[in-house]
């Protein structure tokens, strides 16, 4: 995990589905999306988190998971 407090790449297109949407505040939304952008992969499997820092400069996929205390998608 990069883990910095700065973007470390273009956000591009957000998208997010109704479900996600009606079920998770605003607030924990951007709070996931600022990290995630921040290199910071939340709750991924190590394998996951290793492979994002390793394809991070090469723009491909990156995968980040998030939990919030109301709702586990």
């Given at each position: 995990?990069?883990?910095r407090h700065t973007p470390q790449f273009p956000a591009g297109?957000?998208?997010i589905?109704?479900?996600a949407?009606?079920?998770l505040r605003e607030s924990d939304v951007r709070q996931s999306l600022r990290r995630h952008l921040a290199?910071?992969?939340g709750d991924c499997e190590?394998?996951?988190a290793a492979e994002n820092d390793e394809t991070l400069l090469q723009?491909?996929?990156l995968l980040s998971v998030d939990h919030t205390a109301a709702v586990t998608l």
């Open positions: 995990m990069i883990s297109q957000i998208l589905t109704t479900s949407q009606q079920q290199g910071d992969w190590p394998e996951d723009g491909e996929r």
